[in-house]
Nanobody
Framework: QLQLVESGGGLVQPGGSLRLSCAASGVTSDYYAIGWFRQAPGKEREGVSCISSSGGSTNYADSVKGRFTISRDNAKNTVYLQMNSLKPEDTAVYYC???????????????????WGQGTLVTVSS
């Protein structure tokens, strides 16, 4: 069974950067697309970015385009989310999710996804 573990969250000032990691274990993650989602207090979980199993396709929410970059290293079974120019509104718990379907992850609807990590908190504040 595929398991996901996020890391890299923390407190950062506005305009700063963080890199999140999503490490997969259990079975090879090469056949799975991976997505990043986030949930702010009192808000619904929303899709942030996703990457296909090969890494050849990516998708970003409009709110993070030009600031966030998703990548993956299949040799390390790890997907990364580089977050630059962070804003207070980026504050949330960030989760990664896996699914064989890149299109499903790109829809950004968390309700249809079954494989999740435990989340990592990102706080953007001065």
């Amino acid at each position: 069974q595929l398991q996901l573990v996020e890391s890299g969250g923390g407190l950062v000032q506005p305009g700063g950067s963080l890199r999140l990691s999503c490490a997969a274990s259990g079975v090879t993650s090469d056949y799975y697309a991976i997505g990043w989602f986030r949930q702010a207090p009192g808000k619904e979980r929303e899709g942030v970015s996703c990457i296909s199993s090969s890494g050849g396709s990516t998708n970003y929410a409009d709110s993070v385009k030009g600031r966030f970059t998703i990548s993956r290293d299949n040799a390390k079974n790890t997907v990364y989310l580089q977050m630059n120019s962070l804003k207070p509104e980026d504050t949330a718990v960030y989760y990664c999710a896996a699914d064989p379907s890149f299109d499903l992850l790109a829809q950004g609807d968390y309700r249809y996804l079954e494989v999740w990590g435990q989340g990592t908190l990102v706080t953007v504040s001065s």
